[in-house]
């Protein structure tokens, strides 16, 4: 499957931004603005509905590659073969050695687990992937309602193969995915909508835009595989379509690096420190971003509006410093190697005659390969020598979004892409301009449709000439 990024009308959205030196709205900044086009909301709306289009396309494409309909498994059926556990193993022990899993965990463990455990009994071996969890029945758990900071009390097991599902969708196990949801309930509803007045909605949609409790946010749903997939789509062939972004700065890497949009969206889809970390992998590794190298809220400036509860979160240095101070403005990581690295040390050590074990408890001791990238040429996905990896990572991004939208259609769930692509845009290019912004983030179904009353918000907007 390609990206579609010639069935997407670019020039729409590039013409709806200017590059600026500095923007007084952004704490002067360097960054994308939006442009006073009259004829920019338009542009935006039209870009939107192309794009949800072509994403849904995608979808009924790639749902001609599956069977057109399953038998609903029996809950105790085992539903993840041995095959895709190997696939989607490395993952696993990923995400089961990272802070944010709060299951016991043997990072030796053997793929196949050999324990027997029954859905109501306690799971008392460490294994990475228990057996009870790869049945059917282990994917029906529902959600429970819970206070603040009793997530994991009421929702430990159901959490955990919400994460099991994360991994399925970002290796792409989609003919295991369509098995465990598939129902002919369902199925019933989408072919005859119209004798349903109040439509059934499937579990797996209420942990879309899931939150541990009110006060953290909505970090642990698996809205943010497509989401960050999505974020990252934009921008990078928005830049790719700006040539003289990529141009070099007194001999240094690409201009866009510095630009705040960037550096923020880089630190949004890799970073540490929430209840789930799973949809930031992928996007870890090509942009060569070590684990807890950007932490959630580490270094955000709350302060507290006058005479109001509101607060607001800020961060100063973002386009305003060099990518590479931007890299260590956190917490300073040592070198992310490229996979290929690893495997030049071990020969080396193996060269030196060292046992095996010995090498592994140097390479443990050291972390070396604990995080790895993609980029040969790191931290500058669009030089030149990147331009394989950066397809291979933009191909994929694609595959993301439209492998959700093929969950969403099997579990009869309506992701409204043109929202979706709305709130991004929102999210990567806001400024202080936006007015409206509050407001709208508070009423999700106003999001669709804002971009065609930007230009008279922002048409008395300051203008700062490059």
């Given at each position: ?7 997407v ?64 498994p029996?809950?105790?059926e ?48 460490k ?65 005859y ?13 209420l ?11 909505p ?8 989401g ?7 921008l ?53 971003i ?16 006058k005479?109001?509860?509101h ?15 931007f ?140």
């Amino acid at each position: 499957m390609k990206h579609s990024v010639h069935n997407v009308p670019w020039d729409l959205l590039v013409s709806s931004f200017e590059w600026r030196f500095s923007n007084p709205c952004k704490q002067n900044a360097e960054d994308f603005h939006w442009s006073r086009e009259p004829t920019r909301g338009e542009q935006l709306t039209s870009f939107a509905k192309a794009f949800a289009e072509a994403v849904e396309d995608g979808a009924a494409c790639e749902r001609m590659n599956f069977p057109e309909n399953y038998d609903k498994p029996d809950p105790d059926e085992i539903v993840l073969s041995d095959e895709v556990c190997q696939r989607i193993m490395p993952t696993v022990h990923q995400w089961r050695s990272s802070p944010s899993c709060y299951h016991d965990y043997d990072p030796k463990s053997t793929v196949i687990c050999p324990h027997k455990h029954t859905e109501g009994s306690e799971v008392s071996c460490k294994c990475a992937l228990p057996q009870r969890e790869r049945k059917a029945a282990a994917f029906y758990r529902e959600k429970q309602d819970n206070d603040c900071f009793e997530f994991h009390h009421y929702n430990r097991w159901p959490f955990f193969n919400l994460e099991v599902f994360k991994i399925l969708l970002l290796h792409g196990e989609m003919d295991a995915l369509l098995k465990i949801h598939s129902d002919p309930v369902l199925l019933l509803l989408k072919t005859y909508p119209e004798i349903y007045l109040n439509p059934l909605r499937h579990e797996l949609e209420l942990w879309w835009g899931a939150e541990a409790c009110q006060c953290e946010g909505p970090d642990l749903g698996w809205e943010h595989i497509s989401g960050h997939a999505l974020k990252a789509y934009l921008l990078l062939n928005m830049i790719q379509h700006l040539p003289a972004m990529g141009e070099s700065v007194d001999g240094a890497q690409g201009r866009y690096l510095n630009a705040r949009s960037y550096q923020a969206t880089i630190r949004t889809i890799t970073q540490s420190g929430g209840n789930s970390e799973v949809a930031t992998y992928p996007h870890r590794r090509f942009f060569g971003i070590a684990n807890e190298q950007f932490e959630k809220n580490w270094e955000l400036r709350t302060k507290r509006t006058k005479n109001t509860n509101h607060l607001q979160h800020e961060n100063p240095a973002l386009g305003k410093t060099s990518y590479q101070r931007f890299l260590t403005s956190q917490n300073r990581v040592g070198y992310v190697p490229l996979a290929s690295d690893i495997d030049e040390v071990r020969w080396a050590l193996q060269a030196k005659s060292l046992p095996r074990e010995v090498i592994d408890q140097i390479m443990d001791t050291a972390q070396y390969g604990a995080s790895t990238r993609r980029l040969r040429i790191e931290h500058d996905p669009l030089h030149p020598e990147n331009r394989i990896e950066l397809e291979k990572y933009l191909s994929y991004c694609w595959k993301l979004m439209v492998w959700s939208q093929l969950v969403a259609d099997e579990i009869g769930m309506d992701l409204h892409w043109e929202k979706l692509v709305s709130k991004a845009l929102i999210d990567i290019f806001s400024c202080d301009c936006d007015h409206w912004r509050t407001e709208l983030s508070l009423d999700p179904e106003r999001l669709h449709g804002h971009v065609a009353r930007l230009s008279a918000t922002r048409a008395s907007s300051p203008s700062t000439s490059a």
